[in-house]
C-alpha cells in the first residue's frame, strides 16, 4: 500500500532560509536507507507558505490569498510517498527518521486511495 | 519549478464522504487537460485520518498517535505535484479546478525546495543523491 508520510511545518521551516548541510546529509541518510529496502518512492521539501498561495472555492467564486499563513499546525513543510506493507510498518519506518526540526515536531501518515479500493 | 498542490480536509472528506460520478468525472477531465498541458506529473486522494497515524517527535522520543484528527483545517486531503513555469501559473490551473468538495474548500499552492535552493548546504554527495532519488521518482 502507498502511504505520503507528512513533514508538519513548525516557527523553525516557517522562518527557515536554506537547510543546513548537516540536516540535509543525515535526512539524505535516511532516504538512502528507504530506497534500499525499496520503500522510498518520493521525498520533497516545500519552501516556507511566505512563497505559497490559497485559492477559497466557494460554489463558482475562486478568491487567492498570498501566504504566509499563520497557522504552522496547518502546514506541510515536507513529504515523501513510501510503498508499504502496512501502516505498522510505515511506523517503524517513521520512528527511524532524524528529528526532521530542530524542535519538538510531528510526522503524519496517511494512507493512499487506490483504485483497487473502489472495485 | 515544481509546486505541490493540496486539497484542504473539509468535515466531509474526513467523514468519507465519496466524490459524486458528475465529480469524478469533471475532476478526470480536469486531469487529462493538466497532463495533456504537461503540467501535471502525479496526484493522489488520501484516506480519512481515521485511518492515519502521527508520529510526535521530542528529541530521542517517539509517540504514536491514532488517528482520526479534530482538527480538520491541518489535514490534507488530496494533493497534486505540477511543473509550472512561475506561481501565477499554477493559481489560474488551481482557478480551473472543479469544485473538490461538496462545500467550500480549499486549495493550497507551495513550491518544492530544488537543489539550487540549497546553495553551498548542497555538496556533490547531497546532489548526487538527490538527482538520484528524481531518477527514481520519475521511474515509478
Redesign the interface.
Known sequence: M?V?V?V?ATQDSENMG????AD??EM?RF??EL?KAGV????????P?S?????????AK?T?TDGP?A?S??L?AG?W?WEVKD?AE??EW??R?P???PG??????????EMS?FA | MRVMVMVKATKDSEQGVMPTTELFEAMGKYNEELVKAGIMLSGDGLKPSSQGKRIAFDGPKRSVIDGPFAETRELVAGYWIWEVKDMAEAVEWAKRCPNPMPGPSELEIRPFYEMADFGEAATPEIVDRFERLREQSKNR
Open positions: 502507498r505520503m507528512i508538519k536554506k537547510p543546513k548541510a540535509l546529509a539524505g532516504n538512502d530506497r522510498l518512492l518520493t521525498a520533497d521539501g516545500l519552501k507558505s512563497t505559497g498561495k490559497r485559492v477559497a472555492f466557494d460554489g475562486r487567492v499563513f497557522e499546525r496547518e506541510v513529504f510517498i501502516m510505515a511506523v517513521v520512528k527518521c528529528n526532521p526540526m519538538p515536531s510531528e510526522i503524519e501518515i496517511r494512507p493512499i486511495w479500493d
